[in-house]
């Protein structure tokens, strides 16, 4: 596979891990385009780690993933370090996502992108994890693919679906926090 800069990743074969297609990637990072630079990125349901390089391939500071297969977490893991530049900080974690996303509470995330097996039963777990641990910065965006005929956008306290894109078979639902930045808890925990 190649990413942003024609650059070339690993990825698995088969279809265990579904890539984010393409188009759906430019459309990301296009929409994103002046928030990528100097970002704290999360990855959900990491998979081939595509979003992750490209993230860091166009400047973010920090890249974080979550996988729960061990072999996409190897290949993820080698694909970041290749392409990580000195000045860039990468983790990738192993283990189940909604577990996983209680150990960054007290940090927060600029761009936050989440794409789930289509048919799992991860979207609202998910996203209430999110909102309960307070990980979306109150200006960040999070970035949630899926299948229109496998599920739908829900609003979640917390956080709004403020508009959702389509791509061919897949479809982006972009969240905002829907509590007032001044009225949310002050973070002070350090991440490490």
């Given at each position: 596979m190649r990413i942003y800069g024609n650059r070339r990743i690993k990825t698995l074969p088969g279809q265990t891990v579904r890539p984010t297609p393409s188009r759906v990637r430019e459309a990301i990072f296009q929409i994103w385009r002046d928030r990528i630079s100097g970002c704290d990125w999360l990855d959900l349901c990491a998979g081939s780690g595509s979003m992750g390089a490209e993230a860091l391939c166009r400047g973010a500071a920090t890249v974080t993933g979550i996988e729960k297969w061990g072999r996409a977490y190897s290949v993820i893991r080698d694909n970041w370090q290749t392409l990580a530049q000195p000045e860039q900080q990468i983790k990738i974690l192993r283990g189940d996502v909604v577990i996983m996303l209680a150990k960054f509470a007290g940090r927060q995330f600029d761009c936050i992108y989440f794409d789930p097996p289509y048919a799992g039963a991860l979207y609202q777990p998910v996203l209430t994890a999110i909102a309960a641990h307070h990980l979306l910065a109150p200006d960040g965006?999070?970035?949630?693919?899926?299948?229109?005929?496998?599920?739908?956008?829900?609003?979640?306290?917390?956080?709004?679906?403020?508009?959702?894109?389509?791509?061919?078979?897949?479809?982006?639902?972009?969240?905002?926090?829907?509590?007032?930045?001044?009225?949310?808890?002050e973070v002070q925990a350090p991440w490490v």
């Open positions: 965006e999070m970035a949630v693919e899926y299948s229109p005929r496998q599920w739908q956008p829900l609003e979640i306290a917390g956080l709004m679906c403020d508009r959702c894109k389509t791509y061919g078979n897949s479809a982006i639902a972009f969240y905002r926090t829907s509590q007032d930045p001044e009225n949310r808890p």
